[in-house]
């Protein structure tokens, strides 16, 4: 069911919000016991204003785009009144008082919060395993991670406790766990959506987007999101086109690029490569031509990101220094050891690793070798995708290397880990927008994603062929079974 | 190569203000090690001339107003702190 036909239903009187709401929570009351998709259910305000959006259609007002309709939100994005984790120790108790742009503009839009998403801790992660409230499951299989760090925004929407949800996507986050867990994940151009609100990661990176069922929820969620926004200063001040437009609009004559050196990694798993080569076949069929692209320096994206992001993270990590908000270790006797010990507390393992790492690539006397080379080496990332751009409308990757992957297969390997998310990281690092869109199926059942990245703002593109490909293939209407009743 | 010893490691966590305890120092060494091993192929890439990227999308002089409005309470705002006393935020001993 799309949101248009949930619009329909609300107005014709067929289903109340209040309904919609109260099927959600019981499905999570039922299923999410076992999932841990959400760290909050925000069950009495979501009741109170699905009541109050009841009452409007009643009474004949129109009705904002997303009225009525549950959605979740990750727990990186900071809620007025409503705790906001980070799934952190350190921030365990933090209940903001402000809400950020992304959910503000939901909730003017008319959606119900239903409740906040666990996460990997500080988003730092590529299997929602850091989360300090305990791992978050795969729908299709729970000995599988749904993949991270927005895993519980993908499983919720998979298992269908929510109509959609917010993640973020700083290296992945967004793409990766959608293609573990079969549903559509959108990270836009940098500075489409505003990041205020959002904790920080490694700024220049992290983008807020959606998780949908399908790609028309993906462009109406996007659509109201996006938008220049003066509290956040890195928002770039261009029209927001209208996404729904043009989605049906053919794609015949379209250049879409295949990035070969994507599809010649030696951790690439054959059925991924095929079945997102059979998706490339699928747009040819449907008009648009195929032309192979070459971006040599696109593998040397983990390299960048791992000296950037942990980077950008220590220096913004710093804040939490157990004096002006979040956890604090008691009874310590001068401040450097109160911070200190704070910190060793309220941190994970994995959030420590990339202070230490980002704190080292920062010390005096590394910061050339590291932080800036990584910085010139994301200028020629950049300009591999410049070059490309002009030969083709659109890239085409396949999301992840494999499909989920075994729930405790690479925690203890960071190295492992980081790989998983290779082929995500470069439009990242470029500030592109690209999508990961189901696919197919590996033969044990798991969801395979396909990825496709578009030129900067060129998100009206990339919703309109990812549009096609979805009715095309159809891959969407199956949804995950295992252990559960849908 | 980096070679990363367990000396650096102590020293990046004291500037990082992060306690780590003795017996974990060993392994943040060996995984600091290899994950600076593998970001070490990036020193074989020739970027003699090439300008960094700091922001993939660049948005030069962004200016706005400069008016006051208020976005969260003082009182919202102390109210965080674990300790608070009046006014300020109560903190251990500085020197």
């Known amino acids: 069911m799309t949101f248009a036909d949930l619009r329909q239903k609300l107005k014709s009187g067929e289903v109340s919000s209040k309904e919609l709401v109260q099927e959600k929570i019981e499905r999570i009351k039922t299923l999410d016991t ?33 009225s009525g309709i549950p959605v979740a939100i990750k727990d990186n994005l900071c809620t007025k009144g409503i705790k906001t984790t980070c799934a952190s120790r350190i921030l365990s108790n933090f209940v903001p008082p402000y809400e950020s742009t992304v959910t503000k503009k939901l909730l003017n839009a008319g959606a119900i919060m239903i409740g906040k998403t666990n996460m990997d801790e500080f988003a730092m992660g ?42 973020s996507d700083t290296g992945g986050s967004i793409r990766q766990p959608a293609s573990f867990c079969g549903v559509v994940g959108l990270k836009p151009t940098y500075g489409r959506v505003s990041r205020w609100g959002l904790i920080a990661f490694a700024s220049s990176l992290d983008q807020v987007g959606p998780f949908a069922n399908n790609v028309s929820d993906a462009a109406e969620i996007l659509q109201v999101i996006s938008g220049k926004d003066e509290f956040d200063s890195t928002t ?79 220096a913004n990590l ?34 420590k690793r990339r202070i230490l790492i980002g704190t080292y690539a920062l010390s005096a006397g590394y910061v050339d070798a590291y932080y800036k080379k990584a910085q010139q080496v994301r200028t020629l990332i950049r300009k591999d995708f410049d070059e490309a751009f002009k030969k083709v409308d659109i890239l085409l990757a396949p999301t992840a290397p494999t499909t989920a992957f075994g729930s405790g297969e690479n925690i203890n390997n960071p190295m492992a880990m980081y790989l998983s998310d290779l082929l ?3 439009a990242n690092l470029a500030g592109l927008p690209a999508i990961s869109l189901p696919c197919g199926f590996d033969k044990s059942g798991l969801p395979i994603g396909l990825q496709l990245i578009g030129n900067v703002f060129e998100e009206a593109k990339l919703l309109q062929i990812a549009n096609q490909f979805e009715e095309a293939a159809e891959v969407y209407k199956n949804r995950p079974k295992t252990g559960f009743t849908l | 190569m980096t070679k990363i010893s367990s000396s650096d490691v102590r020293k990046v ?64 705002l102390l109210n965080q702190a674990p300790h608070r006393e009046g006014d300020f935020f109560r903190v251990p001993k500085i020197l």
């Open chain 1, 126 to 167: 590529s299997s929602t395993e850091t989360s300090a409230f305990g791992p978050c499951l795969n729908p299709w299989d729970i000995t599988k991670v749904p993949g991270g760090s927005s895993g519980g925004s993908a499983s919720s929407v998979a298992a269908g406790l929510c109509y959609g949800s917010l993640g």
């Open chain 1, 318 to 351: 710093a804040r939490y220094d157990g004096v002006k908000y979040g956890f604090r270790s008691e009874d310590e006797q001068s401040l450097i050891e109160m911070t200190s010990k704070s910190r060793a507390i309220g941190f994970g393992s994995e959030v």
């Open chain 1, 424 to 426: 995500t990281i470069p």
């Open chain 2, 13 to 76: 966590a004291k500037l990082a203000r992060l306690e780590l305890p003795e017996d974990q120092i060993e392994t943040y060494t060996e995984q600091l090690e290899e994950i600076l091993s593998y970001v070490d192929q990036l020193q074989e890439i020739d970027t003699e001339n090439i300008p960094p990227t700091t922001r993939a999308v660049e948005v030069v002089n962004a200016m706005r107003e400069d008016i006051v409005k208020v976005n969260c309470s003082r009182e919202d």
């Open chain 1, 34 to 66: 076992t999932l841990n998709s959400f760290l909050t259910v925000n069950t009495d305000e979501a009741l109170n204003q699905a009541e109050y959006v009841d009452k409007q259609i009643a009474s004949g007002e129109p009705l904002s785009p997303l």
């Open chain 1, 236 to 314: 770039v001040d261009i029209p927001v086109p209208n996404y729904l437009e043009t989605l049906s609009k053919s794609i015949k004559g379209m250049k879409i690029g295949l990035i070969d050196n994507c599809f010649e990694h030696d951790g690439l798993a054959t059925e991924v490569k095929d079945s997102v080569l059979g998706g490339a076949s699928l747009l040819e069929n449907l008009g648009a031509k195929i032309i192979n692209v070459s971006c040599p320096r696109f593998n040397d994206g983990i390299a960048t990101y791992y000296v950037i992001a942990p980077s950008e993270a220590s």
